[in-house]
């Protein structure tokens, strides 16, 4: 099915995309339906974006759900293994 | 089988006389014919999409896929497009209907029009092709696995859908759906539903259902593909639309 469940995150990064460049990643789109390329139903989806430019400026991601939490629990361990004044 | 065909990108006049890009493919040979409006899927107007207007053409169609997302991305890749209108909460269903009720003017004005027009869409499409044949002027319609023509949106979806069963009384076209036996989006409890309201209604209507088939089971590069069920629902299309859209 299409689940047309959307979530969006504000955020402050950079990401590297088309043509090896780098750009301001302003948003997340974060979804769980159908991927492009990824050989499963559907997948967990992340879309990273200058919401202010091209829309060819994305870094896509399309993971199992086993491969999303996986992600998640990797991002939660790096972040809780640094002292809290790093992360301002 | 009209293997000799144009394909050819073009813009023209969608809802609200907005310029929108489309893919049009037509039989290379003069003669009257119905026209066939594809709504792409939510994933964008993809290769797929414009195989699957291909095939149309094949069948002795004129057929437009229009770019629903050419508003939002102008000139992006399909899924760079289909990011962009995702995040700004997809195509409002008013606009839908206008972009599919232009696309039906531009097939009934080429010159070898016999003055019908099919409309075809898929998972989300195949809503999205209900809804047009509910408000607007199509001699057939084909719905292929859309969820919620039926059945509650859940309250969590940001995407403000709803279901169609209030607009089903206007339906003003036959409709051919399939659906796969193990879909959840629709699910079959959905498609029964469905059923019963169009047959209440004393609507025309062609359902079949596949079982081992779940969603999404024309897509030939998806892991959802079932070619059991693809071919007999591409010949099951190939008679609706030769009963419906024929001279």
Known sequence: ?88 | MYESMIATLVRMPGHAGDEIEAYVARPEAEFRRGGVVVIHHMPGWDRGSKEITRRFAELGYDAVCPNLYTREAPGASPDDAAAVARAQGGVPDERLVGDVAAAAAYLRALPTSNGKVGVIGYCSGGRQSVLAACNTDVDAAVDCYGAFVTGEVPTEFPLKITNLVEQLPNLRAPLLGLFGAEDRYPSPDQVDELERILTDLGKPFEFHRYEGAGHAFFANERPSYNVAAANDGWERIERFYATHLGA
């Not at chain 1, 994305?58 to 790096?78: D, G, H, K, N, Y």
């Open chain 1, 1 to 88: 099915m299409c689940t047309y469940t959307t979530v969006h995150a504000d955020m402050d990064g950079s990401a590297k995309g088309p043509g090896s460049s780098w750009f301001h990643a302003g948003r997340a789109t974060v979804y769980f339906d159908h991927p492009v390329h990824a050989m499963a139903e559907h997948t967990l989806n992340i879309d990273l974006t200058d919401p202010d430019g091209d829309p060819a400026r994305r870094v896509a991601l399309e993971l199992t759900a086993e491969s999303a939490r996986a992600l998640v629990a990797a991002i939660q361990e790096a972040l809780a293994a640094v002292p809290d004044e790093l992360k301002v």
